[in-house]
């Protein structure tokens, strides 16, 4: 069973920054792509960004791009979101994600963190 911890959500003012991690129990074929999402009170679970264990492949929600970097530290199996220019509809759980290399569903998830950002 694949294990996803994500870590570093916070309460931050507007225009700041945070960097969320998620460290995976294994980097294998069910892990191949890892993704962010998020959702906001009363809202669905939205994409943010995903990528694959060798960088490659990176792909941004338009609301972020320009803004949210994701990337990844192969040695300890973790993924980063490092979110910049923060704004208060950024405000929401964010929760890692992966999947198999083959096109569909995100199979397995982490427990999500908490991201505040005030006006």
């Known amino acids: 069973q694949v294990q996803l911890v994500e870590s570093g959500g916070g309460l931050v003012q507007a225009g700041g920054s945070l960097r969320l991690s998620c460290a995976a129990s294994e980097r294998t074929f069910r892990t191949y792509y890892m993704g962010w999402f998020r959702q906001a009170p009363g809202k669905e679970r939205e994409f943010v960004a995903s990528i694959n264990w060798n960088g490659g492949n990176t792909n941004y929600a338009d609301s972020v791009k320009g803004r949210f970097t994701i990337s990844t530290d192969t040695a300890k199996n973790t993924v980063y979101l490092q979110m910049n220019s923060l704004q208060p509809e950024d405000t929401a759980v964010y929760y890692c994600?992966?999947?198999?290399?083959?096109?569909?569903?995100?199979?397995?998830w982490g427990q999500g963190t908490q991201v505040t950002v005030s006006s």
């Open positions: 994600a992966s999947r198999g290399p083959v096109v569909g569903e995100y199979n397995y």
